[in-house]
C-alpha cells in the first residue's frame, strides 16, 4: 500500500512541473493537487482497507446450508416451539364406553379392564380397571398414548375383548360394546336309586329262558349287579314257584315217582298222584323261598348265581363248584352260603311233615338230603359256565344298564 502511494505522488508532481509557468501560480497549483493527492490516497486507503474487513466480517458458508447453519438468529420462541410439540406427543388422553346386552339394554356391574399388551410397563400409566354404572358406561382417565385392550367380563355373559388406539391429548370415545350371552354347560349326573337298577335287572332275568322255555331267573350276567332288596328276593321266589313252567315239571317229577313206585305210602292212581305231586310241589315252595327269600332276607345274601364266563376251564369249574357253598352278600362281598345250605336242611326237615311215615328217616335222611342239594348245585352252576349261558336266547348283560 506506501509503493502505490509513492508512485502516485511521483506521477503528480511530475505534471505540476510541466504546466507550472510562474511561482505564485505554481503555489496554488500545487496546493490544488496536493489536496486532490490526499482525497484520492484516503479514498483509495478506505478502498483497499474496508474490502479485506468486510471478508472477514463474513465467514465462508456452504451454499445450500440452511439459515440457522449460516449463523442467523433463531425467531424468537422457537426453542419454546419445540418443547411444545414433545410434551403435546406425551400428553395423556382418555377413554370412554358403554357396555350393553344383546338387546341393547345398559349392562351394570361389569368389570372394564384396561391393559397395555403392547406397550412395556409404564408406571405412570398402570393397567386399571373399572366397573360400568348405572348406565353402562365406564370411563378412563390419564392414559398414556398407545394401543389399549379393554377386557368386559360379567355374570352370565361371554368375555369380550376390545383393542384400540389412543392418541396424543385424545378422548377417545369407543364405540357400544356388546356382550354375548354366556354358553353355559352343565353337567347332570342321573343317579338311578338302587333299587330300581335292581328291578331292572330282574326284569332282564325273568327273560331267561333255557331253550326259550324252562325259567333260568336266578342266575345274573352281570357280575356288578345291583343287591336285591327283601322284597326283590320274596318277588322273585315267588315268579319262580307261579311259573307255569315250574307245574308242568311238578307233574313230570311226580309221574316218574308214580311210574317208579316210589313212595309207596301214597299208592297209586289218581289219589295217589296228586299226593306225589303235592309233594314234589312243596318241596320246590318250601326250598324257594326259605333257601332265596326268607335266609337271604335276614342274611343279607344274594340267591343268585353269578355268571364267571371268563377264564381258564379248571378256574370257571372250581369258581362254579365254590358257589354251591359261598355266595356274595349284599355289600358285594364273598361269603359262605348259610342261605343255600341251612334252606336244604330246612326245606328236608319240613318234608318229613308230609312224606308217608316209611320214608320218613329223621335227621340222618335229612343231613343226606341236603348234601346231595348241595352237589346238585355245585353240578347245575357247572351246566351255568359252560352249557346253559349258550341256550338262553335273552341273557341278562345283552342290554347295557345302569349302574347307581
Not at 30 to 40: D, H, I, K, M
Not at 66 to 81: C, F, H, K, T
Not at 168 to 185: D, F, M, R, S, Y
Not at 356 to 370: H, I, K, V
Request: charged share 15%; net charge positive.
Amino acid at each position: 500500500m506506501g509503493s502505490l502511494r509513492i508512485r502516485i505522488g511521483r506521477f503528480v508532481r511530475r505534471n505540476l512541473s510541466k504546466q507550472c509557468s510562474g511561482e505564485y501560480a505554481c503555489r496554488n497549483e500545487r496546493n490544488r493537487v496536493l489536496g486532490a493527492e490526499t482525497v484520492a490516497l484516503l479514498s483509495l486507503g478506505l478502498l483497499l482497507c474496508g474490502v479485506p474487513v468486510q471478508a472477514m466480517a463474513q465467514p465462508a458458508q456452504s451454499p445450500g446450508a440452511p439459515d440457522s447453519q449460516r449463523g442467523l438468529p433463531e425467531p424468537p420462541g422457537a426453542r419454546a416451539s419445540s418443547g411444545e410439540q414433545q410434551a403435546d406427543l406425551r400428553s395423556p388422553g382418555s377413554i370412554t364406553g358403554t357396555v350393553v346386552d344383546p338387546s341393547g339394554a345398559a349392562v351394570t356391574g361389569a368389570r372394564v379392564s384396561l391393559t397395555r399388551p403392547d406397550t412395556p410397563p409404564n408406571p405412570q400409566s398402570p393397567d386399571q380397571e373399572a366397573l360400568s354404572g348405572d348406565g353402562g358406561e365406564f370411563s378412563f382417565g390419564n392414559i398414556a398414548p398407545g394401543p389399549f385392550r379393554l377386557t368386559i367380563t360379567a355374570a352370565g355373559f361371554a368375555n369380550q375383548v376390545a383393542n384400540g388406539v389412543v392418541h396424543p391429548g385424545e378422548a377417545l370415545i369407543v364405540p357400544e360394546i356388546a356382550l354375548a350371552v354366556a354358553t353355559e354347560i352343565t353337567q347332570v349326573q342321573v343317579v338311578v336309586p338302587r333299587v330300581e337298577v335292581a328291578e331292572a335287572e330282574i326284569k332282564d332275568q325273568e327273560k331267561q329262558r333255557v331253550f326259550g322255555v324252562i325259567p333260568n331267573f336266578y342266575v345274573s350276567y352281570i357280575p356288578d349287579a345291583a343287591p336285591l332288596t327283601p322284597k326283590q328276593k320274596f318277588e322273585l321266589a315267588w315268579k319262580t314257584t307261579v311259573d307255569p313252567v315250574t307245574f308242568i315239571l311238578t307233574g313230570a317229577v311226580a309221574g316218574v315217582q308214580q311210574a317208579q313206585d316210589d313212595f309207596k305210602g301214597y299208592g297209586q292212581g289218581a289219589q295217589g298222584y296228586g299226593k306225589r305231586y303235592g309233594a314234589s310241589y312243596a318241596d320246590t315252595v318250601t326250598s324257594t323261598f326259605i333257601g332265596s327269600a326268607i335266609l337271604p332276607s335276614l342274611l343279607k345274601q344274594d340267591p343268585r348265581y353269578f355268571y364267571k364266563g371268563t377264564g381258564s376251564t379248571r378256574s370257571r369249574i372250581l369258581y362254579a363248584i365254590a358257589n354251591s357253598v359261598i355266595c356274595k352278600g349284599d355289600n358285594k362281598r364273598w361269603q359262605a352260603n348259610y342261605s343255600n345250605i341251612l334252606g336244604s336242611l330246612a326245606a328236608g326237615g319240613i318234608s318229613n311233615l308230609y312224606y308217608p311215615a316209611a320214608d320218613r328217616n329223621g335227621a340222618a335222611l335229612t343231613f343226606e338230603n341236603a348234601l346231595i342239594g348241595i352237589g346238585s348245585t355245585a353240578a347245575a352252576n357247572i351246566l351255568q359256565e359252560f352249557v346253559i349261558r349258550k341256550l338262553t336266547p335273552n341273557p341278562s348283560n345283552s342290554r347295557s344298564t345302569a349302574k347307581p
